[in-house]
């Protein structure tokens, strides 16, 4: 079922597992919207809107009666759900507030402000799907953090609509601004700005391969969460494992598409031959058999190893979205791994905990950033900003060692600035 690689012996894991070359056309393409998006503004939107999504949309913002409706007409058992979610998602968030601090060093004051951004742009995923949680997930931290404003793109459905569960998402957690715009040319307005969409200061949020790519485009004209997506799993497996729950774990990851990637880590061959087993059977009356299979063909794969060591080697170097750790001693290897974006431990911890209401926040680091880069959180939405307040003796005792400095790099003004001071010369 699926491909295997047996890397059992080989000893440089780190270039047995080297990912393939970047595919250009994508890029190119992302940089063809973007330019039209910047330089045609809701225009571009429109057109490219109906280019994508099979629909024309005129009024390119949904109204915010229309959130509030959609929450208050939700189904009672969906409303008790997403109360949970946002509730858990708030609590593990508002722990992740800082506030700054100050260090006193004998007269030098060195303060750290911690400021929110003012303009928030978040981009959920649609088209496939309505994803609620990918609301909460980035609207919630932006919210905690204090953002003035927080902005929300979504692909609209073929009849231009946005669908009512997501709404209501958004009106749970406090969004000001919903636009029915999605792909690379959602990012690139949120990023630029149009005639409807005010620019923002930082966006988030996952999305396809098109989405992160323009992400990585407008880098440094916004702020960026990092490249997230197209969704990965890597499950690491032995005999405490159980089959069918590794194989229902590795089907929810294809579930999210192509693009991504479905791995098992294994040095046990009879692990990877149960969960070929349990896939085959669960595909085979599977809704969406087809689709699945053909991801998990493209994206997913069984990694053979020589043992739990190795399992490591390779688990830092391929740096996945989401690791799950099914097998013996999962709290130790959850201690050594360096490079995942998110970790679960043991066999009732899948990564679906995660993606819903554990609280940990599901916008994950993909395509090996994870090695450098974290999950969304609400510092993704703040500034820190250092503030010095020096009084006049202190300055005199500091002065001398800054001016050698300043020498020291051939910068004289630097010097001067500081001795004009020491010397009580008007500047």
């Known amino acids: 079922m699926l491909a295997r690689s047996d890397l059992r012996g080989v000893a ?71 109360d949970y979610a946002h509730g858990e998602i708030a609590a593990y968030h508002v722990a992740q507030r800082n506030g700054g601090f100050t260090l006193d060093r004998d007269g030098v004051r060195l303060t750290e402000r911690v400021v929110p951004v003012a303009r928030a742009g978040c981009y959920v995923p649609g088209g496939r799907a309505a994803y609620p949680s990918s609301v909460l997930m980035t609207a919630v931290p932006a919210r905690i953090a204090d953002v003035d404003d927080v902005v929300l793109c979504v692909p609209p459905g073929s009849d231009g609509t946005v669908p009512a569960v997501t709404l209501a998402a958004a009106a749970l957690a406090g969004v000001d601004e919903v636009y029915r715009v999605g792909g690379a040319q959602a ?5 630029y700005g149009t005639q409807s969409i005010r620019a923002v200061d930082v966006i988030v949020g996952p999305g396809n391969v098109y989405v992160a790519l323009a992400k990585r485009e407008v880098a440094g004209v916004v702020g960026i969460d990092g490249f997230n997506g197209p969704s990965e799993v890597a499950i690491v497996a032995d005999a405490t494992a ?29 692990v990877a031959d149960a969960v070929d087993r349990a896939l085959a059977e669960v595909l085979a009356g599977a809704p969406q058999r087809a689709e699945l299979e053909d991801t998990l063909r493209t994206t997913g794969r069984v990694v053979l190893v020589d043992d739990v060591d190795a399992a490591r080697t390779a688990i830092d170097v391929l740096a996945p979205e989401h690791l799950e750790l099914a097998c013996a001693d999962a709290e130790k290897l959850a201690d050594d791994v360096r490079n995942a974006g998110a970790i679960f431990v043991g066999n009732y911890a899948p990564a679906a905990l995660g993606d819903y209401l ?36 202190a300055f005199a005792r500091v002065a001398p060692a800054v001016a050698t400095l300043a020498e020291v790099e051939g910068l004289v003004e630097h010097a001067r600035s500081v001795t004009i001071r020491s010397e009580g010369e008007e500047s």
């Open 12 to 82: 440089d894991l780190a270039s047995a597992l080297a990912p393939p070359p970047d595919d250009p056309g994508p890029m190119r393409a992302v940089r063809e919207i973007v330019a039209d998006v910047r330089a045609r503004g809701d225009a571009a939107l429109r057109d490219l809107t109906e280019r994508f999504d099979g629909c024309r949309v005129d009024d390119l913002r949904v109204p915010n009666s229309a959130l509030t409706a959609a929450l208050d007409g939700l189904d009672p058992a969906v409303r008790e759900s997403l």
């Open 187 to 191: 990012i690139a307005a949120m990023a």
């Open 242 to 270: 159980h089959p069918q729950w590794v194989a229902a774990d590795l089907l929810a990851q294809a579930e999210h598409g192509p693009g991504g990637a479905a791995v098992l880590l294994t040095w046990d061959v009879a």
């Open 358 to 393: 554990a609280g940990v926040n599901h916008v994950l680091p993909t395509a090996r950033t994870a090695r450098f880069a974290s999950a969304l959180r609400v510092d993704t939405f703040c500034k820190h900003v250092h503030v010095v307040d020096v009084d006049a003796s």
